[in-house]
Antibody, heavy 123, light 107 residues
Framework: QLQLQESDSGLVRPSQTLSLTCAISGDSISSGGFSWNWIRQPPGKALEWIGYIYQSGTSSYNPSLRGRVTMTIDRSRNQFYLHLKSVTAADTAVYYC???????????????WGRGSLVTVSS | DVQMTQSPSSVSASVGDRVTITCRASQGIGTWLAWYQQKPGKAPKVLIYAASSLQSGVPSRFSGRGSGTDFSLTISSLQPEDFATYYCQQGNNFPFTFGPGTKVDIK
């Protein structure tokens, strides 16, 4: 059974860089044509898609993050990563990693999720 | 970005009730829509993908329909474990976007 696990919750100072790891177990990050995604949810608010990365390293990000986000992947460790720079209080959220699995028609949806990691931005 | 709206924002219902939630996209997205259920402190769980396809393991009381801009999720007979928040998500255009959620709580 595929499992995703984000790194521990924590505190990040304003203007610093938020870094998270998503560790995959139960399957290889390189198997299939899946994309690996980050999604966040501010407390009490809705979900926001941050971006994805493929095992090839190809990535795409939400323009709302204005060039602050970078995702990387380490196939040898079966992990992928999120880096969000110049954070503010507005970046406080639960951050989820998730696998996107398009169905036979190509309609994308997120079928496996981590439990989430709460990141608080505060001085 | 494709804006997703949901109605109602919350609904109070009883066990056994039929509940329908609607989702509207700001532009046509074909059938590239998914529905998720989220319980407090938990990650979302996909219920429906491609507007009407039931994800493996999801009870058949959940159903979805729609295409273009208007979609709906129906729970045919609400069970105690169904009290949660439901989100729609479009996958037709980048960036992927989610609706604001509909909270289903106990009447």
């Amino acid at each position: 059974q595929l499992q995703l696990q984000e790194s521990d919750s924590g505190l990040v100072r304003p203007s610093q860089t938020l870094s998270l790891t998503c560790a995959i177990s139960g399957d290889s990050i390189s198997s299939g044509g899946f994309s690996w995604n980050w999604i966040r949810q501010p407390p009490g608010k809705a979900l926001e898609w941050i971006g994805y990365i493929y095992q090839s390293g190809t990535s795409s990000y939400n323009p709302s993050l204005r060039g602050r986000v970078t995702m990387t992947i380490d196939r040898s460790r079966n992990q992928f990563y999120l880096h969000l720079k110049s954070v503010t209080a507005a970046d406080t959220a639960v951050y989820y990693c998730a696998r996107e699995s398009p169905d036979s028609s190509g309609s994308p949806f997120f079928d496996y999720w981590g439990r989430g990691s709460l990141v608080t931005v505060s001085s | 970005d494709v804006q997703m709206t949901q109605s109602p924002s919350s609904v109070s219902a009883s066990v056994g009730d039929r509940v329908t939630i609607t989702c509207r996209a700001s532009q046509g997205i074909g059938t590239w829509l998914a529905w998720y259920q989220q319980k407090p402190g938990k990650a979302p769980k996909v219920l429906i993908y491609a507007a009407s396809s039931l994800q493996s393991g999801v009870p058949s009381r959940f159903s979805g329909r729609g295409s273009g801009t208007d979609f709906s999720l129906t729970i045919s007979s609400l069970q105690p474990e169904d009290f949660a928040t439901y989100y729609c998500q479009q996958g037709n255009n980048f960036p992927f976007t989610f609706g604001p959620g509909t909270k289903v709580d106990i009447k």
